[in-house]
């Protein structure tokens, strides 16, 4: 079973640590707030109360047993910077830590962390995309070129295959999937046509996505 440490309890700490829970993962959180730590206790395998900026309190986890371990103080430069420090300094395998500045990202990288990520940007963007794209159900970014969107088949694509709309070579894009309902099926015959039905799971380029939503 893979092990998880979170430390802070905010928002992102506290959903994080709940869906991994729920992901079947062993997941261990501490966070100062005692009343934050009681409230997520039934919710976890273990959930503490202590400072994470004193050393003798980090080397008490055994943190080099976690799979992955999740700083997600993000609101405290000085903290989060810390942290991280002491949890490779410890023998953390792995840090990814929590951030909502570019620069601040930075200095996590040169201190340690192993991967930085940006909740807000990332769900603003997505957000953002899901909205302003026409016909878009839902977009997920893979990395600062690459993305996967849900999207309504496009009228002029309805009753043709990907075969005869030669989607790789026209757009850019590869059709991976189709939902109907809550049912997927992955990965389709290249020969099977789209009806009025149908959403498109679509991978490819951002920049060739964007133009395709924007059709």
């Not at 309890?9 to 009343?35: H, P, T, W, Y």
């Not at 410890?90 to 990520?117: I, N, P, R, Y």
């Not at 005869?164 to 026209?170: A, C, E, G, P, Y």
């Not at 789209?194 to 924007?214: E, M, P, R, Y």
Request: proline share 3%; with cysteine; glycine share 6%.
């Amino acid at each position: 079973m893979t092990s998880m440490l979170v430390i802070g309890l905010g928002r992102f700490g506290r959903n994080l640590a709940v869906k991994l829970a729920q992901r079947n993962c062993e997941v261990m959180v501490i966070d100062s707030d005692e009343a934050a730590v009681n409230h997520i206790a039934p919710d976890v395998t273990n959930a503490l109360v202590g400072d994470c900026m004193d050393e003798t309190v980090i080397a008490s986890l055994g943190v080099s047993n976690f799979d992955v371990c999740f700083m997600c103080i993000g609101d405290n430069f000085q903290s989060s910077l810390g942290i991280t420090i002491l949890l490779k300094d410890a023998g953390a395998k792995h840090v990814v830590a929590k951030t909502d500045s570019e620069l601040h990202a930075k200095f996590l990288k040169k201190v340690g962390a192993d991967e930085v990520v940006f909740p807000e940007r990332d769900m603003g963007f997505r957000t953002a995309m899901r909205y302003s794209a026409a016909g878009a159900f839902d977009y997920i970014p893979l990395s600062d070129d690459y993305a996967i969107m849900e999207m309504a088949t496009p009228r002029e694509w309805l009753d043709k295959s990907p075969r005869d709309l030669q989607l790789r070579t026209k757009y850019g894009i590869n059709i991976i999937g189709i939902k109907q309902g809550a049912h997927i099926t992955p990965i389709i015959d290249a020969a099977r046509v789209f009806s009025h039905d149908d959403h498109l799971i679509v991978a490819g380029a951002n920049t060739d996505i964007q133009k395709l939503a924007k059709r």
